[in-house]
């Protein structure tokens, strides 16, 4: 059974930065794109940024020039590193990716459990 799961959450001051990670698991024949959202308190899921299995990077324009998204494909793996973090920031990301199952026949859209994210002083 594929699974994604996020880590790296926690607390972080403000102007400070975090590093997310997510790694997909279970038999994977392929993994495509691969996104990170995050969704605040009361509002809804907002897509941060994502990376093609080419490398080929995209980012929400209320964070582009303080995040960096990589991957390591041979792990497949999806890391997120967020800098000068503001309190705006706080929110549970999610990690999604377009992957095929072994057992599939096509590509699915996969969702982690979402890891917190908080800033504040």
């Known amino acids: 059974q594929v699974q994604l799961v996020e880590s790296g959450g926690g607390l972080v001051q403000p102007g400070g930065s975090l590093r997310l990670s997510c790694a997909a698991s279970g038999n994977i024949d392929s993994v495509n794109a691969m996104v990170w959202y995050r969704q605040a308190p009361g509002k809804q899921r907002e897509w941060v940024g994502g990376i093609t299995k080419g490398g080929r990077r995209n980012y929400a324009d209320s964070m582009k020039g303080r995040l960096s998204i990589s991957r390591d494909n041979a792990n497949n793996a999806v890391y997120l590193q967020m800098t000068a973090l503001k309190p705006e920031d706080t929110a549970v990301y999610y990690c999604?990716?377009?992957?095929?199952?072994?057992?599939?026949?096509?590509?699915?859209?996969?969702w982690g459990q979402g890891t917190q994210v908080t800033v504040s002083s």
């Open positions: 999604n990716a377009v992957l095929k199952d072994h057992s599939a026949s096509w590509y699915a859209n996969y």
